[in-house]
């Protein structure tokens, strides 16, 4: 789960995210979960879209809490969570086709760049704990830029990701994405001590009740 506390300037609550898909746009599909074998949607309005994204790092926080202070009410953020939902639904799509060996479907790359294609900002360096990176950031000058990160990630997954990498959690009840950063490519699990642990536990009592 993730912590949202109140120096990243929203409200301090926890919320069942997870992030352990390795690219942004991974763990953004992953808000839509999955309990009893049927899909949850974590991202139930403005505000949830909001905590998750301060969740991440794909914004300053002073800069994301004065642009959604502003755009929180009313009709604005019914249309940014409504954009919000559309995108990861199109970036399920991208996954799933991407897990299948599939063509990535062509409605998917045309969102990434409707998104992408005109952002405003600046370039900056940064100081990292082990060097410098140079790093962009948006403006927010408009609500449409905070899905922007979101696709850029999606932008680089496809570009520059490998493929095989890229997976969904063996679980069939969990189902998350993720892509694997293992040396042997061999992840299998969201997570070792999550799903993996579970089904290693259930495999092991099989063994016991076949053996009798």
């Known amino acids: 789960m993730a912590r949202i506390s109140s120096d990243a300037g929203l409200r301090a ?4 995210f997870r992030f ?8 953004f599909v992953n808000t839509e979960t999955k309990e009893s074998g049927q899909r949850v949607n974590l991202l139930r309005g403005f505000e949830d879209f909001v905590t998750w994204l ?8 002073s800069k994301l809490k ?3 202070k ?15 939902l559309g995108l990861r639904q199109v970036l399920r799509g991208m996954a799933e086709a991407i897990v299948a060996g599939r063509s990535v479907p062509p409605a998917s ?5 409707g998104l992408i294609g005109r952002p405003s900002g600046i370039t900056k360096v940064v100081k990292t704990p082990d060097s410098f990176e140079r790093r962009f950031e948006l403006d927010l000058n408009e609500p449409k830029q905070l899905l922007v990160p979101i696709a850029e990630s999606a932008a680089r997954l496809l570009c520059s990701g490998d493929f095989s990498r890229v997976k969904q959690c063996a679980n069939q009840d969990c189902g998350a994405f993720f ?7 061999s992840r299998r699990w969201c997570s070792a001590t999550g799903c993996g642990n579970r089904m290693r536990v259930a495999a092991f009592y099989d063994r016991l009740r076949r053996n009798g």
């Open 66 to 68: 004065q642009a959604t």
């Open 70 to 84: 502003e755009w929180k009410i009313g009709a604005t953020s019914e249309r940014i969570h409504k954009n919000a």
């Open 13 to 16: 609550q926890w919320k069942p």
């Open 20 to 27: 352990i898909g390795n690219y942004s746009c991974l763990d």
């Open 109 to 113: 790359i045309r969102v990434i760049n």
């Open 54 to 61: 301060a969740s991440t790092t794909l914004f300053e926080p």
């Open 179 to 185: 892509y694997d950063g293992t040396k042997n490519n």
